[in-house]
């Protein structure tokens, strides 16, 4: 159960624990503590099931999932049931549903999405808000294209904004060469963006996915 | 009635260890290879509770969504226990706060976005020699009566196990499609509302000699009916002497499902963890141990 090579590919170490114990006997009768049988394998990387949402959008059902590092889980701190007194929210079955729920809004609500239809991260939906949106490599952008494309600029390759007033996203060409739907974007122009509209950067083709459209906007009284 | 369980698991082939597990025996917690006392106003009376978490590692970061659902759920079940006395409303609590924060910590750090687990967890009360639990996913929990057919107790929650449920989703997709995520899970504790999952509150009595078994779905390497026989063959010979004599029965069967995963050598074998529980009448084993010190 423990972890072990965080760090790198690494071997693969078979640990086994076998605690035995006898229900509700004395405390005496301690179980095994650890009967670790240790093993070098190749390391292999397996794909176990994707856990999808019925309510997702079948697009994203069906994209392979990334295989990820983990960080953060070779902590070895109390377990969170030895920890008394912090102010986490429990769910009271008995409780009335979502009276003591905290109602919190989301600062960046969503405008729309930006999905890669084609390049590196094909099937990645990006999602953006109001403001100024600068679309480029680096993690400090607006919307961050950093899948392995680096013909696509670090900082600024194109820009968005949303306009509540007209209701629409313009896409702005930046640093270099930005393709709609095939035809480029000249250096100055601001296009208003049509749903399912290709925007073009280096290697990676997104399509534009709009959220606020006329008949809905954040900025409309929602009481 | 008593009872006894064991519990044991291996890595596989995978680069990590995603499944976690836990056991609440009365006033001990065992977990990651540790023990924890818990204080008295909060320790379970004659009870146990098992827990098992099969991190998703298709979606990242499955060890880390597998542990905080065990400590979550550990944490909020007590909690709700000591105040209601209700062992479904406990479950329900602990099952819905570990999945509240979850949306927390994915909140605050989109990385964690689409991190789950599976989810079971058993409550084994002596008194009333019955089981409860929930569950959430695909991992197995099975019931082998003494000298009766195994049975699935979990629903499996997987797109072909819940087609007619998921009618409606499945219309918009294509007969290739379909065939794509049958086997994939459609319920998962991963911080979403959790619409479907199985919750056995009534309870079902356990008889001497019958095996409750929790596994991931490592175990699958084996055949239900390998993984039977594998049960049956310690199920026979439980006229166990004295208890510590059904402690290593159990414990040796568990053994022997983890070695028979080892021996298939499947490749990309999946992390296994298998938890078995076996009851007994104490009246009995105490008869046949004074009766053994008597003949001595």
Redesign the interface.
């Known amino acids: ?3 072990i ?1 965080d760090d790198d ?2 071997a ?14 004395s ?1 005496d009768k ?2 095994d ?2 009967n670790a049988t240790v093993k070098i ?15 997702e959008e ?1 697009t994203k ?2 994209d ?5 590092k ?1 960080e ?2 070779g902590r ?1 701190d109390q ?5 008394t007194g912090d102010k ?7 409780s009335d549903s979502g009276s003591e729920e905290d109602v919190k809004e989301n600062e960046t609500p969503v405008v729309g999405w930006l999905v890669i239809v084609d390049g590196p991260g094909k099937g990645t939906a990006l999602e953006f808000s109001f403001g100024l949106q600068t679309i480029g490599r680096d993690s400090g952008q607006s919307i961050s294209l950093d899948f392995g494309d680096e013909e696509i600029s670090r900082e600024a390759h194109a820009t968005l904004e949303y306009d509540p007033r007209e209701r629409k996203v313009y896409l702005s060409k930046g640093a270099n060469l930005v393709y709609l739907n095939s035809e480029r974007v000249g250096q100055g122009a601001e296009i208003g963006l049509k749903w399912g509209d290709v925007i073009e950067l280096g290697a990676t083709k997104l399509r534009f996915v709009s959220f606020c459209s006329p008949d809905f906007c954040w900025t409309d009284g929602d009481g | 009635m008593k009872a006894v369980w064991s519990a044991a698991q291996i890595q596989g082939s995978r680069d990590y260890q995603e499944d976690f597990f836990a056991v609440v025996d009365s006033d001990l917690v065992y977990y990651r290879d540790q023990e924890y006392e818990l204080e008295e106003g909060i320790a379970l009376q004659g009870q146990t509770l098992l827990i098992l978490a099969d991190g998703m590692g298709g979606m990242g970061h499955g060890d880390l969504a597998a542990a905080q659902i065990i400590e979550n759920f550990i944490k909020y079940y007590l909690a709700e226990y000591q105040d209601t006395q209700d062992i479904g409303d406990s479950m329900l609590s602990g099952m819905q706060s570990a999945n509240q924060i979850l949306t927390g910590l994915v909140a605050e750090n989109s990385d964690y976005e689409g991190m789950g687990a599976t989810l079971i967890a058993l409550l084994w009360d002596e008194v009333e020699s019955k089981i409860y639990w929930v569950s959430v996913g695909d991992s197995m929990l099975y019931l082998y009566p003494q000298g009766a057919k195994p049975r699935r107790l979990n629903e499996k929650h997987t797109w072909s196990e819940q087609s007619e449920k998921l009618a409606a989703q499945i219309s918009h997709l294509s007969e290739k499609e379909f065939t794509e995520i049958k086997d994939v899970l459609c319920s998962a504790v991963d911080g979403s509302e959790l619409e479907m999952y199985d919750l056995q509150t009534e309870g079902i009595e356990i008889g001497s000699g019958d095996f409750v078994l929790i596994a991931s779905d490592g175990l699958e390497t084996l055949s239900l009916d390998a993984i039977e026989a594998c049960v049956n063959d310690s199920e026979q010979s439980v006229t166990p002497a004295d208890v510590d004599t059904l402690v290593e029965r159990v414990s040796h069967t568990v053994a022997s499902l983890i070695e028979d995963v080892e021996a298939a050598g499947r490749p990309g074998q999946d992390n296994t963890t298998v938890i078995l529980l076996s009851s007994y009448q104490d009246v009995d084993l105490n008869i046949n141990a004074e009766q053994e010190a008597a003949a001595q």
């Open positions: 159960m423990s972890r090579g590919k690494s693969t170490r078979i640990i086994r624990s076998d605690p035995t114990r006898l229900v509700r006997k405390k301690k179980p503590q650890e394998n190749p390391a292999s990387t397996g794909n176990s099931s994707n856990a999808l949402s019925p309510a079948a059902k069906l392979p999932a990334v295989q990820k983990i953060a889980t070895r377990p969170e049931f030895m920890k986490t929210k429990v769910f009271k079955p008995s």
